[in-house]
């Protein structure tokens, strides 16, 4: 996942070039072929997946609302903000994923998840907010 924000933040917005809703629906698919790509080579046993009537509802939602939507926003936005903003934009979504989590959820607060927070904040204060020293 780490590869992925960081290929993006960088590349994306030098070459979106396509209107948005072009640019989200190709970023769908490749989205789809690669992460189902290993299902289809490995030949994954479909039949042993315990589909349920709730999982069925959520997945049209999760896939046209969730992350359709949000492909789309951001490809409206990546050509007016440029590649330091979104990388500000993209840095919150684990924040914000972990505090949503945790209030929503009700998941644990584990040290790892403190951890990844905080070298998360770590390096977005040092590569975007940090100052440099004045020099001498």
Request: net charge positive; with cysteine.
């Amino acid at each position: 996942m780490t590869v992925c924000y960081a290929t993006s933040t960088v590349y994306v917005p030098r070459f979106v070039t396509r209107a948005a809703l072009e640019m989200a629906a190709g970023f769908m698919l490749v989205g789809t072929v690669v992460t189902g790509g290993p299902v289809a080579v490995y030949d994954a046993d479909l039949a042993s997946i315990d589909t349920t009537l709730p999982s069925l509802k959520a997945t049209p939602y999760l896939g046209l609302v969730s992350a359709a939507a949000a492909n789309l926003v951001y490809f409206r936005l990546v050509p007016g903000l440029g590649a330091t903003r979104m990388a500000r934009v993209k840095f919150a979504i684990p924040k914000v994923g972990t505090v949503l989590g945790v209030l929503i959820l009700e998941k644990a607060v584990t040290p790892q998840r403190l951890a990844g927070l905080a070298i998360i904040l770590g390096l977005v204060w040092l590569g975007i907010g940090a100052k440099p020293a004045a020099s001498a």
